[in-house]
């Protein structure tokens, strides 16, 4: 029996996990990818006499080094023997889906292009031409729908063949100033399985990944030099892909008037929490209220584990022996830690699961981004700094989520910084009754986070004759400056 391994690729939310669910149900195997935080699903089953092993990469927007999941679908496409990918387009915005789809072409895997939202694109008055899209892509164009099975069987029908799909059926044509660079490192590459010309843009792109390729690295640098027309390449071959993309979309899509139809739920809840105006304030009052309830809730459910506590160390001798003595201490520390931390980590991580299921959790996030843009920290931040303040260890871990290590490098100066919930109870227990030294103290510790990713200096800072002060913004830029120099901001 013949065996295939296919992957799922497009951007997140267009259907990738409903498709895998349609096409060999809900047994499916989540695990996190070898040394990262990014979770994968697979799983396996015999369709059309052929072992199929699908794999449900995470979403993304295009092929490239800038976050984890990139990454991650990078390496499973180029080096662990995909047989080849169903890219999932999203009809209702065809083009950005295209991009991904062109990136594909160019390393020549084997694909086809499975076109989902079909009727809700066809209920804004969006028709697209699939005959007409496989025409001129050169690869299978299938419309699909999980929900109702329709496409399946075609998709099934066309995966078993996925190696007798013609390759290099359409390429993207840059200018010459560009095509002349590709070929002068195509020129430079040692053999390999994947094509010259892709290789080239990966290089041409800046993907450290692929200079291994290259017999001598220094020819980057001196075709880059040669490029004086594209002082960013990068950019450049990113813009001309879009374009393209941009163009195909076009050329296959026609659009009909329709009659107005009424706002959807979801629309009506973005035009309220994605407004500049009210969406901030509604987010920061929305958190108040889960750390209420969290408090509330976490405190009644503590105080009745507390008591059953109580009840099961009564009941618990084991002798007096010294032996016996330390594990009924050990036993109590257990069942008081249980007691104590159990209740408000369990009800945090079910209220977040619950506003990231009904999509709050995302729109929460783009209102953080305008104020934590401010401080060179993504939105995704909030969630290690909502940890910090239980504790300073799984914050810091938890900044493994972030894109880069740029980023990371800034939350997790940040958070350590961060009161945690047992050092803020000795310090109120010391000075608490002093509260403008606690209030002072509080400002310190955000301030010198802070500073640095406002990007002042330690000769501004030494103006105000801080000497610790000043001491700590220049130990943190010193460490930035040696490990990040050189990297750019996304």
Known sequence: MEKLKILLIGQPNVGKSSLLNALVGPRVEVSNYPGTTVEVTKSEKVLANTKIEFE?????????????EEKVTERALFEEGADGAVVIADSTSLERSLYMALQILEAKVPALIAANFVEDAKKRGIEIDHKKLEKILGIPVVPINPLTKKGLDEVIDRLVKIKEIPQGGFTVKYDDHIEEALNKISAQLKANPLPRRFIALRVLEGDKDFYGYLKDARITEEVKKDLIEHPNVAEDIAVTRYGT?????????????????????GERIDKILLDKNWGPPLTILTFIAIFAVLLMLGNWIQGILMELTESASSTIHLGGSLAG???????????????????????????????????????FVV???????????????????????????????????????????????????VPCSSRIAIVMGVVGIFWWRTFSYLC????ICLFPSLGISS???????????TFGITAIQKTFDWQYSGEKLD
């Open 56 to 68: 449900d990469t995470p979403g993304i927007y295009s092929i490239s080094d800038r976050s984890e």
């Open 245 to 265: 993309a941009a163009f195909i979309a076009e050329k296959v899509t026609q659009i009909s008037p329709v009659e107005k139809i009424s706002e959807s739920r």
């Open 325 to 363: 003595a330390s594990i009924e201490a050990g036993l109590s520390g257990l069942m008081a830690g249980v007691s104590i931390a159990l209740p408000y980590v369990f009800l945090f991580y079910l209220l977040l699961s619950l506003l990231e299921d009904v999509g709050f959790l995302s729109r």
């Open 367 to 417: 209102n953080l981004e305008r104020f934590s843009k401010k401080f060179n920290l993504p939105g995704k931040a909030f969630i290690p700094l909502a940890l910090g303040l239980g504790c300073t260890a799984p914050a810091i871990r938890g900044t493994r989520i972030l894109a880069g290590k740029k980023e990371q490098f800034y939350a997790s100066s940040f958070f350590t910084s």
């Open 444 to 447: 310190v510790c955000y301030s």
């Open 459 to 469: 000769q501004e800072a030494n103006q105000d004759g801080e000497g610790a002060f």
